[in-house]
């Protein structure tokens, strides 16, 4: 499952579309976690699509992720600034890849 203190246990490596990215990274095989608000992570997660589907205001746009060992497409959380904390997404995803800090 994704760290709730990645925060702290980890380093803002990057930006992508406007957020955060923490790493480590080191493409294709590790991606870290894209995010901050409403963090994926993107070597937990396995495209299972529950999230974008679910997401009243459609925070997520899938990005390619060629070559990552879990799966080819990943759960970009693009919009986070429109997420309302119904946490729906967090409850919904198979494999715990997303954190959403309610506050
Ligand atoms: Fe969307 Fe709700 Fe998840 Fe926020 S908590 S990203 S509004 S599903
Ligand atoms: Fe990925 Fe979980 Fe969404 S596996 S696509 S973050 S439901
Ligand atoms: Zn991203």
Same mark, same amino acid.
């Given at each position: 499952a994704i760290d709730p203190q990645f925060d702290d246990n980890r380093e803002q490596v990057d930006t992508h579309k406007g957020h955060d990215v923490w790493g480590p990274v080191d493409e294709p095989e590790k991606l870290g976690i894209h995010g901050t608000h409403v963090a994926v992570d993107f070597d937990i997660c396995i495209a299972d699509g529950a999230c974008v589907e679910d997401c009243p205001v459609d925070v997520f746009e899938w990005v /390619?992720? $060629? /070559?990552? $060992? +879990?799966? +080819?497409?990943?759960a970009d959380p693009a919009n986070e600034s429109q997420c309302i904390d119904c946490m729906l997404c967090v409850d919904v995803c198979p494999v715990d890849a997303i954190d959403v800090d309610a506050g």
């Open positions: /390619d992720t $060629p /070559d990552h $060992p +879990e799966s +080819e497409l990943k």
